[in-house]
């Protein structure tokens, strides 16, 4: 049961991560009301493409769970560390957007629980 709820979870985690990657992909800042020069556009493209590739990932380890423990801990490692910066911006400029705040907490509380997840439950399973 509780292999299956990680399953669903890293699911959900990778789909959320898909849906703001293409979205920002596709359509830059322009659904935050930011403008931006092309040079801050496309470095925020690029970013959403590679959160395209984070959640990509994170399917991709669904199947396999239990040998997919690198995989997930890199990508979340990606995930917290870019979310630092992100931290960091925000203590110096403020919250700009109800997305940012969104995007921080996946990234600050929900990837490092759901990694944390995955780990004790490969060690649980490696016991029994």
Do not use: C, D, N
């Not at 830059?28 to 556009?41: D, I, P, Q, R």
């Not at 690029?46 to 990509?56: N, P, R, S, T, W």
């Not at 995930?79 to 925000?90: C, H, P």
């Amino acid at each position: 049961m509780e292999r299956r709820l990680l399953q669903i979870a890293l699911a959900i985690v990778g789909l959320v991560a898909i849906l703001f990657g293409v979205t920002g992909l596709f359509f830059g800042t322009s659904l935050s009301g930011v403008t931006l020069g092309v040079t801050m556009e496309g470095y925020v493209r690029f970013i959403k493409g590679v959160l395209i590739a984070a959640g990509l990932i994170y399917w991709s380890a669904i199947p396999r769970l239990e040998a997919r423990g690198e995989r997930i801990g890199v990508v979340s490692f990606l995930l917290v560390f870019g979310a630092a910066g992100r931290l960091l911006a925000v203590v110096g400029h403020g919250f700009p957007t109800v997305g940012l705040m969104v995007s921080l907490i996946g990234e600050l509380v929900v990837v490092p629980l759901l990694w944390w997840w995955h780990r004790s439950y490969v060690r649980r399973s490696a016991a029994t």
